[in-house]
């Protein structure tokens, strides 16, 4: 079945560390995205990809860098110099051509990052 | 810029009655809404979505939404909640093909 994977579903890190949040899918889609999903806040964009080798910073990209070598995968690292990172992480992907808004998204099950 | 508010954080309800999460949006173009619905640690599944045309939209399990243009506004509506309603629901909207724009969600509880 079409899908999208987050790994892992939980992540522990000491303060000061890097961690990648893995984020794959075999949906054939052109576009996708990372969301930060804190209590209270709803779904806050980090980075979105459009197209390979390509993308562009959300409302809250400070402290996180993405890549997108391959269309399937869009991998988010955060960094040290993200302030508060303990938060439930979200990726999806959506067709992304132009004239397919309509199509909404297709979302991950999440990772549930915890700096210790 | 598009933003979405949803009115209230949470709403508790009695099962088998109605429930209505209310959902505003802004944006100065034409826009596509939808609901997703999201049950705890898990990604969001989409509820419904309108696109254009009939303003009474219906989706999964038993949700209808009604667009109002006038008003901007998007509510979700079930006539008779079920306990397995509990969940957290969010309204979105997108422009074209720019990034969704989520509200900050609505607690849903299905009291016993």
């Keep these: 079945d079409g899908g999208i994977t987050q790994s892992p579903k939980y992540l522990f890190r000491k303060e000061g560390q890097n961690v990648t949040l893995s984020c794959e899918q075999n949906l054939n889609h052109d576009a996708m995205y990372w969301y930060r999903q804190d209590p209270g806040q709803g779904l806050r964009l980090i980075y979105y990809s459009q197209i390979v080798n390509d993308f562009q910073k959300g409302d809250i990209a400070e402290g996180y860098s993405v890549s997108r070598e391959k269309k399937e995968s869009f991998p988010l690292t955060v960094t040290s110099a993200q302030k508060n990172p303990t938060a439930f992480y979200l990726c999806a992907s959506s067709i992304g051509r132009s004239g397919t808004g309509s199509y909404g998204y297709t979302f991950g099950s999440g990772t549930r990052l915890t700096i210790v | ?112």
């Design chain 2, 1 to 112: 810029a598009q933003s979405v508010t949803q009115l209230d954080s949470q709403v508790p309800v009695f099962e088998e009655a109605p429930v209505e999460l209310r959902c505003n949006y802004s944006s100065s173009v034409s826009v596509y809404l939808f609901w997703y619905v999201q049950y705890p640690n898990q990604g969001l599944q989409l509820l419904l979505k309108y696109l254009s045309g009939s303003t009474l939209v219906k989706g999964i399990n038993g949700f209808e939404a009604e667009f109002n243009k006038s008003q901007t506004s998007f509510h979700l509506r079930k006539p008779s909640v079920h306990i397995s309603d509990t969940a957290e629901y969010f309204c979105a909207v997108r422009e074209g093909n720019t990034p969704l724009v989520f509200g900050k969600g609505t607690r849903l509880s299905v009291i016993a």
